[in-house]
């Protein structure tokens, strides 16, 4: 009481003096960037052609001229000739360790045939002759028939070793028959809890997919990665995230070894983004994890780190029937997929979680997994109140219209990986035909829930698929195979516009973080992160963003990237 009382005095103080003596001196400027096309994402739109910035945050935002009467004697001052200024991207569902580990190891991702992803493999294990397996990840479950590779494959390509592959989407691997044997897993092995080992018809052996949970019954004997590695891959994925004006992210599933590698890069002053984990929760435990989380909560607060999400996985994916639906799959009748918990264990997880104050990051694919949490996000709000958590759904690839309306009434964030939202092969080979066209109408429906009100936010899941924010939002405005030759939108109606996909990956970003009034948007006082971009993106034809360049980024006006082209 009496320190409050002395403090309010002291302030009265000051303020009387600065009153006294006239204005407070005019802050200097460090930087000064002039003639731009400043999309600040501030609240009504304002456009502006100047920045100023001190101290690492933006001091002024507005007209070249009253920008540069902030221009002090060690200012420097930016040009940019009409270029385009952002704030710089979240990406709200990013894996940035785990990727770039995969970067060094058997990477197979963006390889577009069988044929290659057999070739990389063995180029792979010819070049590194001394691994006692060969480890990676990162095929196409497209490329092979019902997403379904053979052992007999791999064996032809690493008949010395043990191989075992992740797909691109984490959900399914691929072992080889060295592999199997070692894991002992034969015709005789039941399908583990969550999981299931793909079968030859006729005989029941295993054919070399794992699916889920069946992984483990191999990954366990797979050399652990060290935490070297993690912290090298934390550098390779830094370098890419930054490449793509990324200088935030929401980190999707984290476990300690991951946690370890952004701590020591955020002791060493290298964490060039600003980091929210989400905390793996090991769902089996139920409730009895949220102490433990706590902890790991507690450990992990650094200068750019927090861990104070928790990430809970509700199923699977679509398109090897593990993703959970409403309605069963019309290739499998009576089979609707498995959610990995049982309603009545999420809700009090859910429950659990949001009164020890964890923003819960739910990953869910089909629509009984979307309304399961969605439901449990309700069963939390009515036992613990429904306070500004800001849970959130990632994937969200089918949404029953009746729960579209839902994310905006329960507050609850939708965190669209928008790069998926075309019709490549994952859709036309393996979604639509065990969807059927009814449901697939609501695949992917980004702009049904924008049009709600709802807050939408950008995640883009790598390394499943590209980091590139802007790519994502060039399909989210189009439909369309951002690589491919013009053609008809998918799903048209769901295509949304710049502006939405724009602070999807700003300002929305930055609310899901809880971060809203200190960044995301080019305001005076909040945060200098931005990125400069080669061109207008408001200027262009929609399917020209995915081409657009960024050729810097600044984090609290630091420099993280320049394109080595950009000399201004
Ligand atoms: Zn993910």
């Not at 991702?109 to 001394?130: H, S």
């Not at 769902?283 to 790991?296: F, K, Q, Y």
């Not at 008809?488 to 939405?500: G, I, M, Y």
């Not at 948007?521 to 990125?531: C, Q, T």
């Amino acid at each position: 009481m009496k320190n409050t009382r002395i403090l309010r005095l002291a302030l009265m103080t000051a303020v009387v003096l600065i009153a006294a003596c006239g204005r407070p001196p005019v802050e200097r400027a460090d930087l000064i960037l002039t003639n731009a096309v400043v999309a600040t994402m501030a609240a009504n739109g304002p456009r502006a052609e100047a920045l100023a910035i001190a101290h690492g945050k933006i001091i002024f935002s507005g007209e070249n001229s009253r920008a540069l009467k902030l221009r002090g004697g060690s200012t420097r001052v930016v040009d940019l000739g009409g270029r385009m200024v952002l704030p710089a991207f979240q990406d709200s569902h990013v894996h940035l360790v785990t990727g770039g580990v995969e970067l060094g190891l058997c990477d197979l991702n963006g390889l577009r045939t069988k044929e290659e992803v057999l070739a990389k493999i063995r180029q792979y294990a010819a070049a590194n002759p001394g691994l006692a397996w060969v480890t990676g990840g990162g095929w196409d479950l497209p490329l092979f028939p019902q997403a379904n590779p053979r052992k007999e494959d791999l064996d032809a390509v690493v008949p010395d070793r043990p191989a075992f592959l992740n797909s691109a989407d984490g959900h399914s691997a691929w072992a080889n028959s060295r592999a199997l044997a070692l894991a002992g897993v034969t015709r005789d092995t039941p399908d583990p809890a969550g999981g299931r080992i793909e079968r030859d018809p006729k005989s029941g052996a295993p054919t070399g997919t794992l699916r889920e949970s069946a992984a483990s019954l191999v990954e366990h004997l797979v050399p652990g990665i060290k935490p070297g590695d993690y912290i090298k891959g934390l550098r390779a994925g830094l370098a890419l995230a930054n490449r793509f004006g990324i200088v935030s992210i929401i980190e999707a599933s984290a476990n300690p070894e991951i946690l370890d590698a952004y701590a020591a890069l955020d002791r060493s002053g290298e964490l060039s983004v600003r980091v929210e984990a989400s905390l793996y929760v090991d769902t089996d435990r139920g409730v009895s994890e949220v102490g433990r989380l706590a902890g790991l909560r507690r450990r992990y607060a650094g200068k750019r780190l927090r861990a104070t999400m928790a990430k809970i996985f509700a199923d699977g994916v679509m398109e090897p029937h593990t993703a959970a639906l409403l309605e069963p799959y019309i290739d499998r009748p009576g089979d609707r997929g498995t959610p990995l918990l049982e309603p009545e264990a999420f809700n009090a997880l859910a429950r659990a979680l949001d009164l020890a104050g964890f923003q819960i990051h739910v990953h869910a694919i089909g629509d009984r997994a979307v309304r399961m949490s969605l439901d449990a996000f309700a069963a939390a709000g009515r036992a613990n109140g429904f306070r500004d958590m800001r849970h959130h759904i990632a994937h969200l690839e089918l949404i029953d219209p009746a729960d579209i309306p839902r994310f905006k009434r329960l507050g609850v964030a939708a965190n669209f990986q928008a790069l998926w939202a075309y019709a490549d092969t994952y859709i036309t080979d393996l979604t639509l035909p065990i969807l059927g066209p009814g449901r697939s109408r609501w695949l992917y429906p980004i702009g049904s829930v924008a049009r709600t009100g709802a807050v939408i936010v950008g995640g883009s899941d790598w390394s499943v698929s590209s980091m590139d924010p802007l790519q994502a939002i060039q399909v989210a405005l189009t439909r369309r195979d951002p690589d491919g030759p013009p053609g008809e939108a998918w799903n048209p109606e769901e295509r949304v516009d710049l502006a939405t996909m724009l602070r999807a990956y700003t300002v929305n970003g930055a609310w899901l973080s809880h971060d809203e009034t200190s960044r995301g948007s080019l305001e005076a006082g909040k945060a200098a992160d931005l990125i400069v971009l080669d061109r207008n993106l408001f200027a262009i034809p929609a399917s020209e963003i995915g081409r657009a360049r960024v050729l810097l980024t600044l984090l609290e006006g630091r420099e993280v990237f320049r394109d080595p082209s950009f000399k201004n």
